[in-house]
């Protein structure tokens, strides 16, 4: 079974600071991870994913995860954040058929 | 219209109403889902179709019956529904034939369902 973890329903950064959401997986295949955004009042977007070969994986709007296979983690950093990145942010992980599980999710605060 | 669109964008409907949420996706995309957004909850998954044949169905109430006339259209029955339904209803698409891809999800805004 998959299961998927976020650390912290809420994190707070100041504007230029570095951004780190943290995400911790449970699989029992080798996993496809995906971080997706959601801004107020939309769907979620793709942020970056996960799927074999390089392990630091880049996405849009400055944002890269590192996939570690002895933590399990798949941990989301962006060096500076600024104040549009205030959204929502979920974890999610796809180990086979349809099915993809998400995390609870974590909502970024950006102040300046 | 480019990408997901969902259809209405806010809905308020009493219990013993019938109602329906519809979904259509642009993007050529073989799959779709169902899924239901609660505060304070991870996304659920409800339904998903492959090539407009249901290949999850993830114990969910009968109130709640899914209908995928083509690969491009989605829609979501809704009849005495309970106030613990009012929730984000999303809607998403992706190129995955067999279920032994791993692509990425492509979602709609969401219609935000209050039941009264």
């Known amino acids: 079974a998959q299961s998927v973890t976020q650390l912290g329903s809420h994190v707070s950064v100041s504007e230029g600071a570095l951004v780190l959401l943290r995400c911790n997986y449970s699989?029992?295949?080798?996993?496809?991870l995906f971080w997706y955004v959601q801004y107020p009042n939309q769907g979620l977007q793709l942020l970056l994913k996960?799927?074999?070969?390089?392990?630091l994986v880049k996405g849009i709007n400055g944002f890269e995860a590192e996939f570690k296979k002895s933590e399990t983690s798949f941990h989301l950093t962006k060096p500076s954040a600024h104040m549009s990145d205030a959204a929502e942010y979920f974890c999610?992980?796809?180990?086979?058929?349809?099915?993809?599980?998400f995390g609870a999710g974590t909502r970024l605060f950006v102040k300046a | 219209e480019t990408g997901v669109t969902q259809t209405p964008r806010h809905l308020v409907m009493g219990m013993t109403n019938k109602k329906s949420l519809k979904c259509e996706q642009h993007?050529?995309?073989?799959?779709m889902y169902w899924y239901k957004q609660s505060a304070k909850k991870p996304l659920e998954l409800m339904f998903v179709?492959?090539?407009?044949?249901?290949?999850e169905n993830n114990s969910v109430p009968s109130r709640f019956s899914p209908e995928c006339p083509n690969s491009s259209h989605l829609f979501l029955h809704l009849h005495t529904l309970q106030p613990e339904d009012s929730a984000l209803y999303l809607c998403?698409?992706?190129?995955?034939?067999?279920?032994?891809?791993?692509?990425?999800?492509?979602f709609g805004p969401g219609t935000r369902l209050t039941v009264l």
């Open positions: 998403a698409s992706s190129q995955d034939r067999t279920g032994t891809t791993y692509n990425e999800q492509f």
């Open positions: 699989s029992s295949v080798p996993p496809y």
């Open positions: 996960y799927t074999t070969g390089a392990t």
């Open positions: 999610a992980v796809r180990a086979g058929g349809f099915k993809t599980i």
């Open positions: 993007l050529g995309h073989n799959a």
């Open positions: 179709y492959s090539l407009e044949e249901r290949v």
